[in-house]
């Protein structure tokens, strides 16, 4: 079993396992591990096939892939304004960013209200290029990226290998400041918490995923975004 924040009937077997003790993170960070599998994390991306998570899984930031994504995006007719030297200046200024890391996060509902930009623009590093093309009086080439893809929230399964033993006492800190709440019932606050990490997560951890809609738009001045299909 997984354990998962926003699904109250998952933290039945840890309220089980600690009673009705006052339970110190540090005991909790050892006790999570023996009572769950792992943790329901979720990733929002933007892919053009999201079949190939399935396949391929959740890998590690690639900036040398995405600045080829950005040259085959900017660099064309549609935009002669766009000069090869103007994309590399913009691409030179980000450096490395995030290059090898993977980010997924404890609680959907933090995703769909304060991380929904991934959903809407994609790669941090794709919407930081087009961010630095722009000049946002005359255009915003962000936008441009909502062309590409489908909003998708990936819901995988991180086994406790893959959660480092900081993110573990983080976790553990956080799951012990509200097992009261959970014990009276209560609903839970939102949990502001992201694990990071390295290696590759395999297709297998990939359990599902869904397509939100209608999502918030936080570089649009939390204006109401809503996803349609291309026409043939």
């Known amino acids: ?49 999201v079949g190939s998570y399935y396949t391929d899984g ?88 909502k062309r590409h893809g489908r909003p998708t929230l990936l819901h995988v399964a991180l086994d406790w290998e893959r959660i480092t033993e900081s993110d573990l006492e983080a976790l553990a800190r956080l799951v012990s400041a509200n097992l009261t709440r959970i014990r009276a019932q209560e609903t839970l606050p939102e949990a502001w918490f992201s694990f990071e990490f390295f290696d590759s997560v395999p297709g297998t951890a990939i359990l599902s995923h869904e397509h939100p809609e209608r999502i918030i738009d936080p570089l649009l001045g939390m204006a109401p975004y809503v996803f349609r299909e291309k026409s043939a």
């Open 1 to 49: 079993m997984l354990f998962a924040w926003n699904l109250k009937e998952s933290w039945a077997p840890l309220i089980t396992a600690v009673a009705s003790q006052r339970v110190r993170h540090r005991a909790l960070a050892r006790t999570l591990p023996r009572v769950y599998q792992g943790v329901l994390a979720y990733h929002a991306c933007r892919p053009d096939n």
């Open 58 to 145: 959740l890998r590690s930031s690639n900036s040398a892939a995405l600045d080829v994504k950005a040259h085959e995006i900017f660099l064309s007719e549609e935009f002669p304004e766009i000069t090869s030297a103007r994309l590399e200046s913009a691409i030179a200024a980000l450096g490395p960013r995030d290059e090898g890391r993977i980010f997924a996060c404890l609680d959907r509902h933090h995703v769909l209200e304060h991380a929904s930009h991934y959903l809407i623009y994609g790669s941090e590093r794709m919407c930081a290029i087009a961010a630095a093309l722009s000049d946002i009086e005359l255009r915003d080439y962000r936008q441009i990226l």
